[in-house]
Structures are given as structure tokens and as C-alpha cells.
């Protein structure tokens, strides 16, 4: 009842909250950007030089009409599986449009969706899984465990420092800096009906929600969503996942709709270490 009673008064935050699964609303107003540290100076535009691309990079089709936009709230179709979706090696790499783009679903394949520089009012910093012939992969928001394909040119890639990996049996978050295992943390993780969703993700970005129940810490909101929209409740069918700080000491459960419960100290931790982009890897 608590629990509810939290997500009902995190869907009034609708000017600064983002809408994470079990804990706001299905609208989507704007996430703040988390960025802990400047940018590193070695930034590439639009990728790899000209001189590195290979000869036979293949040209990027037009886009059909009517393509849909991927947003917070609004997914699309027609992309691969990420083929490495339980992979801890580190993403290190995290690449932003500087325009709205066509994705793709191969290299020099069809175009299935546009992104945007921009979600819900953030930065939109996606992590690099693979480079191909002069694409460039990248994990996908709003869709769980799906990869697109972007064609050299019109974005930027940055380097990604952090990793977060939770083993939802051993009920553990382990922030990762560097390749290196910092710090590993007791949570709580997504009831059986309302599990934490597996796989690659990565951080959207950070939120504040105005409830007591989560310590009065920012959210770090991710790409992911449910897997069963079904389970949780009609509010919450187009909301994301995020890890948050918890009032109570009680972790160690599977008893979240799908967010990933914090001691408060933990949360503290991450919200002055982790940066938007930051990959996310859920295991069994």
C-alpha cells in the first residue's frame, strides 16, 4: 500500500520528475542530465576521422515517410536483439546526435525510427556496442535490449568511465570504475511479477521525486521499461526502470516493480560518480 502511495505522489512531480517503473507516471516531463565529470577533450565528431573510415563504408538509405520518433513514452520496431546482451565487458564509449537521425537496423540497412539529441529534456548519451564497416551500434532507449545502426557522420562519442552490474539472484549492485569493481551493495530488485528487466541498458539521466520513500536522493532513470506492461498498473505501463534510495533497511527482496532499491549511502555514492551513457548490465 506504501508502495502505491509513492507512486501516486511521484506522478504529481510532473515538472521535475522522470517517470520510472513502479515510481511516477506514464507522462514524461523532463530528466535532469547527470554528468559528474567535463568531457573529455578528446571527443570525436561524428566518429572515426575520415582517413580511418574504410573505402567501402555503405551508404545510408533515405528514410521511409512516417518513421516514428523514439521517445520516453514511445518505442518502435523492426531492431535486433542485442547479441551480447549479458556481456559485462565495459562500454566504453557513449555517442549523442547532433541532430534528429534516422536508425537503422544493419549496416546500410533500412531505417526503422528517428532519434533525437534530446529525451524527455535530457541529453541523450547512448553506449557504443559495435563498430561495423563505419556504423557505428548503439543500445537503444525505451526498448528493452535492442540495438540501431547509425552511419558515420552527425554525433559525437565520448568516453564512459562507469558500469553498474546487478545480479538480480544475488540480489547485488556492483558500481564497476574503469574496468575496476568499486563497491558492491544489498538491494532489492523487481517482485516476480514486476521483475527488473535483464539485459544491456545504460542511464538516461537523474530525477527528483518529491516522496519521503526515497530519502530525498535523485533517481537515476534508465533506458529500460517492463517487459509485462500488463503487471503494473495502467500509470505505470509506459514508465522506465530507475535505482533509487529506499527509506526503509530492507533490502535483499525481490519486492520492487521493477526499480532497484538503494541503501540511501549507496545512492549517494552513484549520483556522484555515475554519468548519463553509463551502461547498465541486469543478470539472472
Given amino acids: 500500500m506504501l508502495a502505491r502511495r509513492a507512486a501516486v505522489l511521484a506522478a504529481l512531480a510532473v515538472t521535475l520528475a522522470a517517470p520510472l517503473a513502479g515510481c511516477s507516471s506514464k507522462h514524461a516531463p523532463s530528466v535532469t542530465a547527470t554528468t559528474p565529470a567535463a568531457p573529455d577533450p578528446t571527443t570525436l565528431v561524428g566518429g572515426p576521422s575520415p582517413a580511418a573510415e574504410p573505402a567501402t563504408t555503405p551508404p545510408a538509405a533515405p528514410a521511409a515517410a512516417g518513421l516514428t520518433t523514439i521517445t520516453y513514452t514511445q518505442a518502435a520496431t523492426g531492431f535486433p536483439a542485442d547479441p551480447d546482451q549479458a556481456s559485462t565487458t565495459p562500454l566504453t564509449e557513449g555517442l549523442q546526435l547532433q541532430a534528429k537521425s534516422p536508425v537503422y537496423d544493419a549496416v546500410g540497412g533500412a531505417a526503422r525510427a528517428y532519434l ?5 529534456g535530457v541529453d541523450l548519451v547512448m553506449p557504443v556496442v559495435a563498430r561495423q564497416s563505419g556504423w557505428v551500434a548503439v543500445l537503444l532507449p525505451s526498448m528493452n535490449r535492442s540495438i540501431g545502426w547509425l552511419p558515420p557522420g552527425n554525433y559525437t562519442v565520448t568516453p564512459l568511465h562507469d558500469q553498474i552490474i546487478v545480479r538480480r539472484a544475488a540480489f547485488t549492485l556492483t558500481w564497476v570504475h574503469e574496468g575496476q569493481a568499486q563497491q558492491t551493495w544489498t538491494v532489492t530488485v523487481g517482485a516476480p511479477a514486476t521483475e527488473t528487466p535483464l539485459g544491456r541498458t545504460f542511464v538516461l539521466g537523474r530525477s527528483s521525486l ?16 517492463p517487459d509485462d506492461k500488463n503487471a503494473v498498473a ?9 535505482i533509487h534510495a529506499w527509506y526503509r533497511n530492507e533490502f ?10 538503494m541503501p540511501p549511502a549507496a545512492q549517494k555514492v552513484l549520483l556522484s560518480a555515475i554519468g548519463s551513457g553509463t551502461s547498465v548490465v541486469v543478470l539472472p
Fill in 252 to 261: 535483499g527482496y525481490r519486492k520492487s516493480n521493477g526499480c532497484v532499491r
Fill in 116 to 120: 533525437t539529441p534530446q529525451i524527455s
Fill in 210 to 225: 518529491p516522496s519521503k520513500v526515497y530519502a530525498g536522493l535523485d533517481v537515476l532513470a534508465l533506458g529500460a521499461v
Fill in 234 to 242: 495502467s500509470g505505470l505501463a509506459d514508465a522506465h526502470t530507475g
